[in-house]
């Protein structure tokens, strides 16, 4: 099993900023990808950003120039960030961290953190 733990939401006026962090603990072999996605009140989850084994990551076009997907898996942190610039209020909404893990057993399994409350004040 594989647990994530986010933080870094919080309440932030417009043209600010906010890094959110996604730890994942477990018996985690290595990661196919890990991202983030959001969801505003009364719409879909959107994928926002990922990043891949490799280290080469992708952006939805509405955030492309403001957010940054990093990821530290060096000493077993497994941890994926995402930096926001210049937050807009239509930045506000739950961000969710996905990841695809490969466990030591071989098999690979995606598995959602609890999410993290986003609000840009205008």
């Known amino acids: 099993q594989v647990q994530l733990v986010e933080s870094g939401g919080g309440l932030v006026q417009a043209g600010g900023s906010l890094r959110l962090s996604c730890a994942a603990s477990?018996?985690?072999?290595?990661?196919?990808?890990m991202g983030w996605y959001r969801q505003a009140p009364g719409k879909q989850r959107e994928l926002v950003a990922t990043?891949?084994?490799?280290?080469?990551?992708?952006?939805a076009d509405s955030v492309k120039g403001r957010f940054t997907i990093s990821r530290d898996n060096d000493n077993a942190k497994n941890t994926v960030y995402l930096k926001i610039n210049s937050l807009k209020p239509e930045d506000t909404a739950v961000y969710y961290c996905?990841?695809?893990?490969?466990?030591?057993?071989?098999?690979?399994?995606?598995?959602w953190g609890q999410g993290t409350q986003v609000t840009v004040s205008s």
């Open positions: 996905n990841v695809e893990a490969r466990l030591r057993d071989g098999r690979s399994y995606r598995y």
């Open positions: 990043i891949n084994s490799g280290g080469s990551s992708d952006y």
């Open positions: 477990g018996s985690i072999f290595s990661f196919n990808f």
